[in-house]
């Protein structure tokens, strides 16, 4: 019985920390795609890496939206 709430406090914080990134990432996306001086570049690295989070959490609808 605890091994199994031990699994899934795990569980919950993975999940956490996966919405944590990908809101960090998304922010981060929303002030290249503003800034004044668009840097092309910089743009597609923060979206390579949004794509590879999605894929990596299994949300394939997300992955072809991000490219």
């Not at 795609?33 to 794509?51: D, G, S």
Request: aromatic share 8%; glycine share 0%.
């Amino acid at each position: 019985s605890t091994y199994i709430q031990q699994d899934y406090f795990i569980l919950d914080a993975a999940e956490a920390q996966q919405a944590e990134a990908i809101q960090v990432l998304n922010a981060v996306l929303d002030i290249r795609e503003k800034a004044p001086k668009q840097q092309p570049e910089e743009t597609a690295r923060v979206l390579h890496a949004l794509a590879m989070l999605y894929y990596l959490i299994m949300d394939l609808s997300k992955v072809s939206f991000t490219c």
